[in-house]
Nanobody, 116 residues
Framework: QVQLVESGGGLVQAGGSLRLSCVAS????????IGWYRQAPGKQREVVAL????????TYADSVKGRFTISRDRAKNMVYLQLNSLKPDDTAVYYC?????????WGQGTQVTVSS
């Protein structure tokens, strides 16, 4: 069984930066692609960034391209999301999501709040 735990969220001023971390534990060999999603109050959950199993392919939402960077350290079972040039519209709960060999898995989320 795999577990995902996010950390690194917080309150930051517009233009600031944060680094989110997601650590996977358990049967991590079952993890394929992994990514970050976010959900703002009153809105649907949306994809932010995805990274392939080997870490050699990434995909970003148009709204975060050039500002956010996803990376993966397979040896440490870690996935990171570097958030730069943050905007108030980036305020949301950020979730780590893993595609497993069978099924998928969500973390509990970490709150990011950007003040104007």
């Amino acid at each position: 069984q795999v577990q995902l735990v996010e950390s690194g969220g917080g309150l930051v001023q517009a233009g600031g930066s944060l680094r989110l971390s997601c650590v996977a534990s358990g049967n991590t060999f079952s993890i394929n692609a992994i990514g970050w999603y976010r959900q703002a109050p009153g809105k649907q959950r949306e994809v932010v960034a995805l990274i392939s199993s080997r870490g050699d392919s990434t995909t970003y939402a148009d709204s975060v391209k050039g500002r956010f960077t996803i990376s993966r350290d397979r040896a440490k079972n870690m996935v990171y999301l570097q958030l730069n040039s943050l905007k108030p519209d980036d305020t949301a709960v950020y979730y780590c999501h893993a595609v497993l060999r069978v099924g998928d898995l969500w973390g509990q989320g970490t709150q990011v709040t950007v003040s104007s």
